[in-house]
């Protein structure tokens, strides 16, 4: 219409435009329209409007200052994301510190209105990892909450930024396993679960093998709260053969995670052996992201190896974990007294003296680091670790005789 001249019917075309870029959220689009409309009244007299420049002025202020909130949000947000991804949790206070001046420095301007969808997903956004980071995970609950609320309140919004509601429920559904909300876990499981059998992600290939990584992953944490570990087991074939259809979709910060995840299913089902395998790809795949889940890897690797006997190796392993773990330098108090736990028992010197040849005495040390774990519990900044691995349940298998999976289940009735 524009290079047929015809401006005034073009404007139209452009009005119209405007009015669903607004309703579907999209300023980018609008931005254009308003360019394209001031180029129109700037060559053209189309006396459309008296006021007609002063109104796109104001518009195109407008729309440019809610992108420039926009943009410092979704920055904050994929920002503190990253700082997840490559370190983890926060160990002590000086990580929390380091990350709540960051979040201070880089957050916008707290005078202005925080009004727009994607406004409120960033901020949303920011607070979640800001939370998950310092590990208080009932203030995660609450902005993962509001994440996927804000996506129910505008319906609409679910098909075009599809992969950040099943993101929100991910993390709406890691929110309740963290704070051992069963009854929720479950409600939000079948909500994604459901979600996952719609159009909108059936048809779309990342949607679908985003669904799928949240769906296994939440329902491998339900086996971990529930205790439930052997019947976690029957789910693994499928998802190693989906897992292998679609390597080339995954980035290494997921697939490291789902290693850990079905270690530690096979490791709580009483099959270290089929744990070590899982772990060794984590422990000899280089790469540089998420130093605490190493760490937590090559622990549970060298647990598996005393469960199944291998003397030798842990004996090997207690000195390799050890350096890996200094070389860590900022570890967190649990890594510490597991750290100094490892110390003591290599200075016992050799095999014949080794707490692995004495069981009385390995007994009696598991007791002891128990007792020293256990205030630790209820330590905020430490409780991930415990999630990681749950060395608490094992030392108290170990010192009971029974399966870590019998103990798990015991406090999953209990609290039930």
Known sequence: LYNRGLYLQSLKILDRMKELARSHQQFTYLQQVLFFEKKIETLFITRSLQDRAEKLSEEADEVSDKLSLISQLSNLALELYSWYIRNGHARNEKDVAAVNAFFEKHFPDRGRPVEGFYEQLYLYQSQCWLSFIKQDFLLYYRYTQKWVDLFDS????????????????????????????????????AVLENFSNTPIVLNNKNNLIQSFIYLYIAKINKHFLEGSFSEGLAMIPAMEAKLKEIE????????????????????????????IDY???????????????????????????????????????????????????????????????????????????????????????????????????????????????????????????????AIIKEKFLAKS
């Open 279 to 405: 772990l060794n790809r984590i422990i000899h795949w280089k790469v540089n992201l998420r130093d605490d889940l190493q760490c937590y890897a090559r622990l549970l690797h060298l647990i598996a190896h005393y469960e199944i006997g291998n003397t030798e190796v842990v004996n090997y392993l207690s000195k390799s974990v050890y350096r890996f773990m200094y070389k860590m330098k900022n570890l967190s108090t649990v890594e510490e007294v597991l750290f100094n736990f490892l110390k003591k028992s290599i200075q016992k010197g050799g095999e014949e003296n080794s707490l692995l040849n004495n069981k009385a005495a390995i007994k009696k040390s598991f007791t002891v680091l128990l007792e020293t774990l256990q205030p630790l519990t209820n330590n905020k900044l430490e409780s991930r670790a415990f999630m990681y691995l749950d060395i608490i349940s094992w030392l108290e298998s170990k010192i009971r005789g029974k399966q870590v999976q």
């Open 154 to 189: 505008t319906e609409n919004m679910k098909l075009i930024e599809t992969a950040q509601y099943i993101k929100g429920l991910h993390n709406l559904i890691t929110s309740h396993f963290d704070l051992r909300s069963f009854d929720k876990l479950n409600e939000t499981i």
């Open 248 to 275: 080339l979709y995954l980035d290494s910060h997921r697939v490291l995670v789902f290693y850990y995840k079905i270690a530690c299913l096979y490791f709580g089902a009483g099959k270290p052996a089929k744990a």
